[in-house]
T-cell receptor, first 112, second 113 residues
Framework: GEDVEQSLFLSVREGDSSVINCTYT??????LYWYKQEPGAGLQLLTY?????DMKQDQRLTVLLNKKDKHLSLRIADTQTGDSAIYFC????????????FGSGTRLLVRP | ETGVTQSPTHLIKTRGQQVTLRCSSQ?????VSWYQQALGQGPQFIFQ???????GRGNFPPRFSGLQFPNYSSELNVNALELDDSALYLC????????????FGPGTRLLVL
């Protein structure tokens, strides 16, 4: 069935780049998303990429998509302490509901 | 802020009770999806409503039910609450068929004792 996997934890120093990785099984996903969740809060949409694109850049965020390997990554440049949060990747299912299938999240800790 | 609102923010219930959670979608959106997020996990899709009709359902039992109203706001009802229903319940609104991007509300945290 559909599955999305992420590494659990990443720690970086303030000012460094962070790279969060994700693998997915449903190759028919139309869009792939990155969401951010701060403690006790809902999900904030960060960015998304259409499945026929290889890369998308949005200010400090760069998304890379390798469809052959079903691998998605999110790079955050110049990581700040305010970027500390849990990051979820999600793919849209191919049925009519476009339900999102989420990974279990990567906790990013930015050290001063 | 996404413009998606949920109420209440927190709720405590006991096993066997029933609960109703509410969601107001972002202006101009006609689709609402509900997700359950257990502690330490990613959100799991419960169901979606598009123009007042259920438009897809995840692997949740029938005691999870929903409604969507003509103004596109929505309710999630859970009957016969179980301890494992304790979670953050998130609703997300989107623009409708073909407009997939979902914008989430802040969630309702439900604790079942």
């Amino acid at each position: 069935g559909e599955d999305v996997e992420q590494s659990l934890f990443l720690s970086v120093r303030e000012g460094d780049s962070s790279v969060i990785n994700c693998t997915y099984t449903d190759s028919s996903s139309t869009y792939l998303y990155w969401y951010k969740q701060e403690p006790g809060a809902g999900l904030q949409l960060l960015t998304y990429i259409f499945s026929n694109m290889d890369m998308k850049q949005d200010q400090r965020l760069t998304v890379l998509l390798n469809k052959k390997d079903k691998h998605l990554s999110l790079r955050i440049a110049d990581t700040q302490t305010g970027d500390s949060a849990i990051y979820f990747c999600a793919g849209s299912a191919s049925d009519s509901s476009y339900k999102l299938i989420f990974g279990s999240g990567t906790r990013l800790l930015v050290r001063p | 802020e996404t413009g998606v609102t949920q109420s209440p923010t927190h709720l405590i219930k006991t096993r066997g009770q029933q609960v109703t959670l509410r969601c107001s979608s972002q202006s101009g959106h006609n689709t609402v999806s509900w997700y359950q997020q257990a502690l330490g996990q990613g959100p799991q899709f419960i169901f979606q409503y598009y123009r007042e009709e259920e438009n897809g359902r995840g692997n949740f039992p029938p005691r999870f039910s929903g409604l969507q109203f003509p103004n596109y706001s929505s309710e999630l009802n859970v009957n016969a609450l179980e301890l494992d229903d304790s979670a953050l319940y998130l609703c997300a609104s989107s623009g409708g068929a073909g407009e997939e991007t979902q914008y989430f509300g802040p969630g309702t945290r439900l604790l079942v004792l």
